[in-house]
């Protein structure tokens, strides 16, 4: 059986990437390579169950929605991740990645979109980058970085540049839930000039930090 483990499957609106505020269906599959500091979703780190590719791929086609996330933990830790993301853009969906950045990712499908999460000093798992994803990074593929501090937005604009096509590309800058102050990276945003967009986690907005499954 072509099986992934699965934490959750859920209909919610997309809080993050260039696609945040449009209706989206979720798969979060289980484990997680990182630790890092600020991780909002640790329950996926073990809790999980082994479900059918195929079933999978039917329980994401019930939602009325064309825009699928696959998200983590991380989810190109298993293997039978592909066969779910080819399923999913053979039915016609728009497929989003979601992952660390410490993976390889030569072998996803090029049809999807990767939301490319580079780590910074403060996550304690900057040394985990893999940095020679950024070569094949494709046109359509977004690049995150997590900021916490002025370190590490200092460090993230210095690092923007190695990204190949930096000023075509969207690049997001999003500030730790509850630690570093949206309208301070704003402002530092600003005083650079910086060609990013500061993204705000929507679903938190709406439901608050704690909710699950939204």
Known sequence: M?????????????????????????????????????????YAFYEGEKQD???????????????????GGEPLLQKNVHLLIKGLLDRG????????GQVDISTVDSRATLIYDIKCPDSG??????????????????????????RDY????DQICRIP?????VILLSPV???????????????DSLPVRIQLQVHKILWGPEARGV
């Not at 969906?93 to 660390?100: D, H, P, R, Y």
């Not at 893999?130 to 002025?150: C, G, H, M």
């Not at 200092?154 to 604009?157: D, F, G, P, T």
């Open 177 to 191: 839930w509850g630690g570093l102050e949206p309208r301070l990276l704003a402002d530092w945003v600003l005083e």
């Open 53 to 71: 590719v195929e079933t999978i791929i039917e329980k994401v086609c019930a939602y009325p929605c064309d825009l699928v996330e696959v998200t």
């Open 125 to 150: 798992m900057s040394d985990r980058n893999r940095w020679e994803n950024l070569e094949i990074l494709r046109p359509q593929d977004e690049v995150k970085f997590v900021i916490a501090s002025r």
């Open 93 to 100: 969906k728009k497929v989003l990645i979601e992952t660390g």
């Open 2 to 42: 072509n099986s992934l483990t699965v934490n959750e499957i859920f209909f919610s609106i997309q809080g993050e990437s260039s696609y945040a505020g449009l209706p989206c269906v979720f798969v979060r599959l289980t484990y997680c390579n990182l630790r890092c500091s600020w991780c909002d979703t640790e």
């Open 165 to 169: 096509s930096w000023k075509e590309r």
């Open 154 to 157: 200092e460090w993230a604009r």
